[in-house]
């Protein structure tokens, strides 16, 4: 038997017996015990309601925390990556300068060849990949355009010329290529 019955009951035989203030009393009781239950029923819901935001929002924080700690293993290495950059630059200048069939400078060449094969191996193993878009298309997210040239020998917004090359960290760009890009091929005037 539930506690409404219960009351109902007791109303009933407080009504046989008790006079019509009684009853009037009794009811007024009943109305007021209905309304606070009704009060905290509606408190229990609200409570439920907030534990539920609660939770939702703690994992929420939690997925953020955790994307912020993948994205600093990913990422914290890019300042020290850029700086190694151009370490990397300095040395195919060197390798540039040095010609390959003067044997007095062999030794120093083969030196720095293995100096760079080393250091873009370790960049590697980080995720540092170089961008090297000679005879693509301009990509400007990926590409800043140097110059534009007139050249027959390529399709119009092609890299024709690598100035620098580019790198990016899992995908990340840490400095764009520097490129010469074509026009396409001179327009010739036919009614000169």
């Given at each position: 038997?539930?506690d409404e019955q219960k009351v109902q009951e007791e109303l009933q035989e407080q009504a046989e017996t008790a006079s019509p ?23 229990i819901a609200d409570l439920k309601d907030q534990m539920l935001r609660m939770q939702a929002e703690m994992q929420n924080v ?131």
């Open positions: 038997m539930s203030e009684e009853v009037s009393d009794a009811a007024e009781s009943a109305d007021v015990a209905g309304d606070a239950l009704e009060a905290a029923n509606k408190d939690r997925r953020r925390a955790e994307a912020d700690v993948e994205k600093a293993h990913k990422f914290g290495l890019e300042k020290f990556a850029v700086e190694m950059l151009t370490v990397v630059d300095n040395l195919e200048r060197a390798l540039a300068a040095a010609t390959a069939d003067d044997e007095a400078t062999q030794s120093i060449r083969e030196g720095v060849e293995m100096t760079l094969s080393g250091l873009l191996a370790s960049l590697a193993k980080f995720s540092v990949e170089a961008v090297d878009p000679q005879g693509e298309t301009f990509n400007p997210e990926l590409h800043q355009a140097m110059t534009m040239v007139e050249s027959a020998d390529a399709e119009p917004n092609t890299v024709i010329n690598v100035m620098q090359k580019g790198y990016v960290l899992h995908g990340r760009l840490l400095r764009p290529a520097m490129v010469v890009v074509s026009k396409g091929a001179p327009k010739i005037n036919e009614n000169a």
